[in-house]
């Protein structure tokens, strides 16, 4: 009786997970299968989530120049390791400064850095900083740079840092140990879960990032996936508008060229990775985002 008493009240809460999940996993099934889906079948029988006829014309029209694809997978690497890697290190340390109760000036840069949330010098002095005085234009900083030193993240990890318990520093410090090594043999070891989040949130930020390459880069070499993808539909959605236009094209292009199917596919190989690498992360995420969650 009891065991049936204790089912029937876990019951709502079973249902209740297995709805929201659903929510999270139908729309990426829905992706997976539009982009698997004939363009044809799309145009007839509208959005399925078992497409009758499983067709991969989206990922041949994307992979028929791998190599630009290839490429471009390696610009986002390349900007998501060192960009994260960089950004986590500036950020932790200056958590790990502000965090401090010793440091006397440490609510006023809060302060300061907390306003750069709320406005910023804007989008013309960003862009004549970037090309006309640091000259960065068509290279990998132009694409790093902006990236970098996420207040938000900072916060997160200031609020982290200031649980750690003070005696640990202090007797350190009494042993001779200088800042740098506190740093890296106390604070870093003790902040595992923090580390992680930040770094999970800011890999997604950089491999996600294309807005950068818009402004400063107009080399094709140096596309991050993101660009790439959306210059690809561009060019689509151009062949389209030239054909409503009645302007002439080439028809054997034409009867090849993918729509709503190339969109769902450029999204299945925009995402593909990260979801492997989310379960990495995953046992370290929740307890890094909700830490500190009742003291300021």
């Given at each position: 009786?009891?065991?049936?008493?204790?089912w029937l009240?876990?019951l709502?809460i079973h249902?209740f997970?297995?709805?929201?999940s659903?929510a999270?996993?139908?729309?990426?099934w829905?992706?997976?299968?539009?982009?698997l889906?004939?363009?044809?079948?799309i145009?007839?029988?509208?959005?399925?989530?078992?497409?009758?006829?499983?067709?991969?014309?989206a990922?041949r029209?994307?992979?028929?120049?791998?190599m630009?694809?290839?490429n471009a997978?390696?610009?986002?690497?390349?900007i998501?390791?060192i960009g994260?890697l960089?950004?986590?290190?500036m950020v932790?340390?200056c958590?790990?400064?502000l965090a401090?109760?010793n440091f006397?000036y440490?609510r006023v840069?809060?302060m300061?850095l907390?306003?750069t949330?709320l406005f910023?010098?804007?989008?013309?002095?960003s862009?004549?900083?970037?090309?006309k005085?640091?000259h960065?234009?068509?290279?990998?900083?132009?694409?790093?740079?902006?990236?970098?030193?996420?207040v938000?993240h900072?916060?997160l990890m200031r609020?982290?840092?200031?649980?750690?318990?003070?005696?640990?520093?202090?007797?350190?410090?009494?042993?001779g140990?200088g800042?740098?090594?506190?740093?890296l043999t106390?604070?870093v070891?003790?902040s595992t879960?923090v580390?992680?989040?930040?770094?999970?949130?800011q890999l997604?930020?950089?491999?996600?990032?294309?807005?950068?390459?818009?402004l400063?880069?107009?080399d094709?070499?140096l596309?991050?996936?993101?660009?790439l993808?959306?210059?690809?539909?561009?060019n689509i959605?151009?062949?389209?508008?030239n054909?409503?236009n009645?302007v002439?094209v080439?028809l054997?292009?034409?009867g090849?060229l993918?729509?709503e199917?190339a969109?769902?596919a450029?999204?299945?190989?925009?995402?593909?990775?990260?979801?492997?690498?989310f379960p990495?992360f995953q046992?370290y995420?929740?307890?890094?985002m909700?830490?500190g969650?009742?003291?300021?």
């Amino acid at each position: 009786m009891t065991t049936r008493r204790g089912w029937l009240y876990q019951l709502p809460i079973h249902l209740f997970f297995i709805v929201i999940s659903a929510a999270f996993i139908i729309p990426l099934w829905s992706i997976v299968a539009i982009s698997l889906t004939n363009e044809s079948d799309i145009a007839t029988f509208g959005y399925k989530l078992i497409p009758g006829n499983i067709d991969f014309q989206a990922y041949r029209f994307i992979l028929k120049n791998p190599m630009s694809l290839i490429n471009a997978y390696k610009v986002t690497i390349v900007i998501s390791v060192i960009g994260t890697l960089l950004s986590v290190l500036m950020v932790s340390m200056c958590a790990c400064a502000l965090a401090r109760p010793n440091f006397k000036y440490a609510r006023v840069i809060t302060m300061l850095l907390f306003f750069t949330m709320l406005f910023n010098g804007g989008l013309v002095p960003s862009y004549i900083l970037m090309t006309k005085y640091l000259h960065l234009q068509n290279t990998y900083f132009a694409l790093i740079i902006p990236l970098l030193g996420s207040v938000w993240h900072m916060l997160l990890m200031r609020t982290f840092f200031k649980q750690l318990p003070e005696s640990l520093v202090e007797s350190a410090t009494l042993e001779g140990a200088g800042e740098l090594r506190i740093y890296l043999t106390i604070i870093v070891p003790l902040s595992t879960p923090v580390l992680a989040t930040v770094s999970l949130m800011q890999l997604l930020a950089c491999w996600n990032s294309w807005y950068p390459a818009l402004l400063y880069i107009s080399d094709s070499q140096l596309y991050p996936l993101q660009y790439l993808l959306q210059v690809m539909m561009q060019n689509i959605q151009e062949i389209l508008k030239n054909m409503r236009n009645d302007v002439p094209v080439d028809l054997a292009q034409l009867g090849q060229l993918p729509t709503e199917n190339a969109r769902m596919a450029m999204c299945v190989l925009a995402i593909g990775p990260m979801l492997f690498i989310f379960p990495f992360f995953q046992k370290y995420f929740a307890k890094g985002m909700t830490v500190g969650s009742v003291k300021g």
